[in-house]
């Protein structure tokens, strides 16, 4: 079993849909990353989370300590959303990387 | 700021051959990560730097992998003999204050060991 799992592993919707995309992990973390990799390959990190909720644009992501559990929504989706969604944990002195998430968004 | 910046962003070579990767950091950034892409194991960290100094190169494969960051604006991934297995896409970022802080990546070398 991966330390850093996320669901699901591929995902389609309609321009204008709400997409949710989940990661869990199993180890302790002080703090999460949500990375967009983009169909040329470049990578960007687009949060990172230790608490609560955080909100850019039409990106949110929450994580709950608690349950170990995050998740990044899109609202209003765009074919410009496609891409691989990759979450990261930081635990101690390792990056642990999830297998990451394809989305493809059709108009 | 050009962002961090890679070189050469391919590269193909034969079995045996000597790899050298390069990276350049954001200009102030004091912490610099190496990582590696492939289908089959996804983005690993290979070997990370604070402040120049190698702080954790637990990730590194083998042996023939080095890595070095001789001043702040300049760091090498150096892989010899490379093996067909070290095909992969290889990515620099660095971030300021450390790997709890946003990173920024490089636009990564593809790397093609035949």
């Known amino acids: 079993k991966n330390e850093v799992e996320q669901s699901p592993q591929n995902l389609t919707a309609q321009e204008g849909e709400f997409i949710t995309i989940n990661c869990s992990y199993s180890v302790g973390i002080s703090a999460l990353h949500w990375l967009q990799q983009h169909p040329g390959g470049g990578i960007v990190s687009l949060f990172m989370l230790s608490s609560g909720k955080k909100k850019h644009g039409r990106l949110i992501a929450t994580i709950n300590i608690q349950e170990k559990h995050s998740s990044l929504h899109i609202t209003a989706s765009h074919p410009r959303d496609s891409a691989v969604y990759i979450c990261a944990a930081h635990n101690t002195d390792k990056l642990i990387f999830g297998t990451g998430t394809r989305l493809q968004v059709f108009p | 700021d050009a962002g961090v910046i890679q070189s050469p962003r391919h590269e193909v070579t034969e079995m045996g051959q000597e790899v050298t990767l390069r990276c350049k950091p954001i200009s102030g950034h004091d912490y610099l990560f190496w990582y590696r892409q492939t289908m089959m194991r996804g983005l690993e960290l290979l070997i990370y730097?604070?402040?120049?100094?190698?702080?954790?190169d637990s990730g590194m494969p083998e042996d023939r992998f080095s890595a070095k960051m001789p001043n702040a604006s300049f760091s090498t991934l150096k892989i010899q003999p490379s093996e067909p297995r070290d095909s992969a896409v290889y990515f620099c970022a660095s971030s300021l204050l450390g790997r709890q802080e946003t990173q920024y990546f490089g636009p990564g070398t593809r790397l093609l060991v035949l």
């Open positions: 730097f604070n402040n120049n100094v190698p702080i954790d």
